[in-house]
T-cell receptor
Framework: GAVVSQHPSWVICKSGTSVKIECRSLDFQATTMFWYRQFPKQSLMLMATSNEGSKATYEQGVEKDKFLINHASLTLSTLTVTSAHPEDSSFYIC?????????????FGPGTRLTVL | GQNIDQPTEMTATEGAIVQINCTYQTSGFNGLFWYQQHAGEAPTFLSYNVLDGLEEKGRFSSFLSRSKGYSYLLLKELQMKDSASYLCAVRDSNYQLIWGAGTKLIIKP
């Protein structure tokens, strides 16, 4: 199946620093990638839709200046959490969708667990 | 507003069958997805329904009724490894996924 990777898988940082999370589609080209955030015992919350070569579309309530998204190529999208604070500690997951065999599947990366001290 | 409802938690016995229900109210409909998510891991795709009826994939089956805004995921011959959260998601008219809060399934021996 289609593979999406994320790096790093976990990161611990000090409050006020910036953290970059990479999302790569390994065996297909992804014009669109999605970034989700998941707090403990809660469902996925879509943060933004990342489009290759154009600006990302952010969901209501998500600060675009705090969560910088860059989708510079068809295989790589990055999410940078700027000036991270403890409340940004969460599980960040990227995904992309692929139309295949009549099914439209969404493939998720393994996620990145961010802990801000 | 858009809403996906599914039970918070269910308990079942190893070897048995369990049905997890999902009801939805969304702006348009372009398919319903079921995902399995183990604790600390990303979701994994289980099924996709866009037409009414039952889709069977091994031990897992998913049913959809668009007129009723209803779906269920049926798990047969339950195994301990099936203990996980099961997420229902609907793709709306804007092709955005609307997620349910997930159903935590606990399997007992």
């Amino acid at each position: 199946g289609a593979v999406v990777s994320q790096h790093p898988s976990w990161v611990i940082c000090k409050s006020g620093t910036s953290v970059k999370i990479e999302c790569r589609s390994l065996d297909f080209q992804a014009t669109t990638m999605f970034w989700y955030r998941q707090f403990p015992k809660q469902s996925l919350m879509l943060m933004a839709t990342s489009n290759e070569g154009s600006k990302a579309t952010y969901e209501q309530g998500v600060e675009k200046d705090k969560f910088l998204i860059n989708h510079a190529s068809l295989t790589l999208s990055t999410l940078t959490v700027t000036s991270a604070h403890p409340e940004d500690s969460s599980f960040y997951i990227c995904s992309t969708s692929l139309e295949r065999g009549g099914d439209n599947e969404q493939f998720f990366g393994p996620g990145t667990r961010l802990t801000v001290l | 507003g858009q809403n996906i409802d599914q039970p918070t938690e269910m308990t079942a016995t190893e070897g048995a069958i369990v049905q997890i229900n999902c009801t939805y109210q969304t702006s348009g409909f372009n398919g319903l997805f079921w995902y399995q998510q183990h604790a600390g891991e990303a979701p994994t795709f289980l099924s996709y329904n866009v037409l009414d009826g039952l889709e069977e994939k091994g031990r897992f089956s998913s049913f959809l009724s668009r007129s009723k805004g209803y779906s269920y995921l049926l798990l047969k011959e339950l195994q301990m490894k099936d203990s996980a959260s099961y997420l229902c998601a609907v793709r709306d008219s804007n092709y955005q996924l609307i997620w349910g809060a997930g159903t935590k399934l606990i399997i007992k021996p």
